[in-house]
């Protein structure tokens, strides 16, 4: 954005040169883009970024200036002759959408003489890249320049009714603008209208119908306040962006109209003549209140890493239009209406760095209380999943809490909390489960060829509370697996993954925490088929499920192969009482191994016969482990054959023959006696294979 600097010194005195000012300014967070000297003195190219529409204007400029070294601002003098005829009796202004315009000014003008701009005018605006037009249009950018805040002049005459209606747009409604193009409105842009049309879209660009000519004698200046969001929607809807359009749409000051429009109207009065109205109509439906921050010297030190003086406080925050009440730890600062970006008290700690100048501020490390003992349990916790997770060849995904209802419904998560205010339909709710976004992530790797596709994710579901204010949280960690799995060796024959590895991972998973040796159970879990979903408990609790899910779920992610996938409550592990982890010594003597052909009915699990089998014998068992699974002749229908292998061994000693052949023959008879089971292909009595 270009400023003269010939044109800032009318507003603060500057004995520096322009490439020290450039740079003086640049400290303070208005950077220089470039500085170069064209035929009316030296222009400037600041970046000035969008929360500082107050620095869009040379006056803003030499605000900022004035602050940085103390030099007195003055203000351009905007006082229009007094006496003219009443504004009320030569319009009328309604404003029928508040909410999108706060505040409408106006003053009339009449027998105003439309010519050339006087040469010093001309100059002003060719030094910044504007062409002059006229005096009454030069006047209204002069003023955008100056001040900072747009305008716009209509014709008095051409207005149907000589009245100005801000409202809404109707459907369908056409305006062709100045530059010549004809509009088609939406009923969401705001337009200024007369009795009859729209005349200008407001805040943006004027009508061609209205605009002020070479015959012109009576003129309406407009100057007001618009939302920066109607003008920003109307502006990107119609593609068409003006300097009035990048000044509201950043949000203008509200309490500058009545004080732009008395400038103009004073250069309309010295330029061109005419009568002016008075006083001007001030249509103000929504004036804003006063805004106040608390600001404390002491949290200002400690945000910045240095003490600064109170006077250097002081001279920071008044000289930038600040009004302070001091007295006490805590100071009270009223903020000016231009600086529509201070809202909080770090918004006043970045002004006193601005003025202080940011490389000033000592480069040293804050001093943070430290925590003895490392992480919270929790993220420790999370970490080792995480850990183990990884190690087991899977791959991490994040993603969004946000998510579509259904994603949740489908896992039997019924009422998952509504967003008052969604950014999309597919983000309205948040999770109730981790297992719908990583199937989105699945899907979508599936269906860009890269497979096989292992993921996790550790993160929070929610659920409803019993007050229905804050949602319930949980930490889960989750992961799905599809496509080939992970070779044993490079030798063996690779193959799909199955339900089995699904289980590895979360026994692997567990087993690296420390926990308890985990317990399985088939269990009848809807998002799972039939008989292929396993409840996952440790100890007395349930803390998770595994298993293959079912295919209308696959079907609603677009997923056609069978997918295995797990989740587990990490906060329902954390309760669960501390384990210690123990270490014992590699095992120095050798271990003896037996493999047992167990024929039982197809409902005992592997389970139940680890359990009785540990419980049987009175030897350590270092495995236990299956092996085969058969069902076919010589097998009865309600039966199937488990071949397990037990693995003995002591850790002092060598296990004799006979030892192990009498606990072999302890397990043989437990298992027929609790679970019914016998030795295949064996007479009667126990034998081994």
């Not at 490439?19 to 967070?29: D, E, F």
């Not at 014709?155 to 004809?182: C, F, H, S, W, Y």
């Not at 760095?353 to 940011?358: I, L, M």
């Amino acid at each position: 954005m270009k400023f003269s600097h010939d044109w800032l010194r009318e507003y603060v005195p500057i004995a520096e040169d322009p490439a020290r000012v450039g740079a003086r300014l640049t400290a303070a967070g208005l950077p220089l883009d470039g500085l170069e000297q064209g035929p009316h003195g030296a222009v400037y190219d600041f970046d000035i970024f969008p929360n500082r529409p107050d620095c869009m204007s040379h006056v803003g400029l030499a605000r900022e200036y004035a602050a940085l070294t103390g030099a007195t601002l003055a203000l351009p003098a905007a006082r229009p002759p007094a006496g003219g005829r009443p504004t009320a009796g030569m319009t009328t202004v309604v404003v029928e959408a508040p909410e999108l315009c706060a505040r409408y000014a106006a003053r009339c003008v009449t027998d105003a003489r439309v010519g050339p701009s006087p040469a010093w005018l001309g100059r002003r605006l060719e030094a910044i890249g504007l062409r002059p037009i006229n005096n009454l249009v030069d006047i209204t950018n002069f003023v955008l320049w100056e001040l900072g805040h747009p305008l716009h002049a209509f014709d008095l005459d051409r207005l149907d009714g000589q009245r100005i209606l801000v409202r809404r747009a109707r459907p369908g409604e056409l305006l062709v603008t100045l530059d010549g193009i004809k509009r088609t409105l939406a009923a969401d842009m705001l337009v200024i209208a007369d009795a009859r049309h729209p005349v200008a879209l407001a805040g943006i660009m004027g009508g061609e119908a209205s605009a002020v000519t070479d015959r012109t004698r009576r003129i309406l200046i407009e100057s007001a306040w618009f939302d920066p969001v109607s003008v920003r929607r109307t502006s990107r809807a119609l593609g068409l962006r003006t300097d009035a359009s990048h000044r509201f749409e950043r949000g203008a000051d509200p309490g500058i109209p009545v004080t732009a429009l008395d400038r103009a109207a004073a250069l309309i009065a010295e330029l061109a003549g005419g009568q002016i109205s008075d006083p001007p109509l001030d249509v103000h439906p929504r004036p804003e209140p006063a805004r106040q921050v608390t600001f404390r010297p002491e949290r200002a030190a400690a945000l910045l890493g240095t003490r600064i003086e109170e006077p250097v406080l002081r001279a920071a925050l008044e000289r930038r239009g600040f009004r302070l009440r001091t007295g006490g730890p805590a100071w009270t600062v009223g903020v000016p209406s231009f600086r529509r970006d201070v809202d909080r008290e770090a918004d006043l700690i970045e002004e006193v760095a601005r003025h202080q100048g940011y490389d000033t501020i000592p480069a040293s490390l804050p001093l943070l209380a430290g925590t003895p003992e490392g992480p919270a349990p929790a993220a420790r916790l999370a970490g080792a999943v995480r850990h183990a997770l990884l190690i087991a060849g899977l791959s991490e995904a994040i993603n969004y809490a946000m998510t579509d209802r259904q994603d949740s419904v489908l896992f039997a998560a019924p009422d998952p909390p509504a967003l008052d205010n969604p950014l999309q339909s597919q983000a309205s709710h948040l999770r109730g489960t981790l297992l719908g976004g990583l199937l989105r992530n699945l899907a979508h790797n599936l269906n860009h060829g890269s497979t096989p596709c292992h993921l996790f994710e550790i993160g929070s579901v929610f659920q409803r509370s019993a007050d229905l204010v804050k949602p319930g949280e949980r930490t889960r960690a989750a992961f799905v697996i599809a496509g080939r799995g992970l070779p044993v060796h490079w030798s063996a024959p690779r193959r799909d993954v199955d339900l089995h590895d699904a289980r590895g991972i979360v026994e692997a998973a567990l087993e690296f925490l420390g926990t308890a040796a985990a317990g399985f159970r088939s269990d009848r879990i809807p998002s799972f088929e039939a008989g292929r979903g396993l409840s996952v408990s440790l100890g007395e609790k349930t803390v998770g499920m595994v298993g293959a899910l079912a295919a209308p779920i696959l079907a609603h992610f677009g997923i056609d192969r069978p997918v295995y996938a797990a989740e587990i409550d990490l906060d329902t592990i954390g309760g669960l009482p501390a384990t210690t982890r123990r270490y014992v010594p590699l095992p120095r003597f050798p271990a003896i191994r037996r493999d047992l052909a167990l024929v039982l009915r197809r409902d005992v699990t592997f389970e139940a016969v680890t359990r009785v089998v540990r419980s049987a014998c009175g030897l350590p068992i270092a495995d236990l482990l299956v092996f085969d699974r058969y069902a076919g002749a010589g097998i009865p229908d309600d039966c199937v054959s488990l071949a397990i292998q037990v693995v003995f061994q002591h850790g002092e000693r060598t296990l004799t023959h006979e030892e192990v052949q009498e606990a072999q023959d302890a397990i043989v008879e437990r298992l027929r006696r609790e679970l019914g089971a016998s030795l295949r292909g064996s007479g009667p009595g126990p034998a081994a294979i």
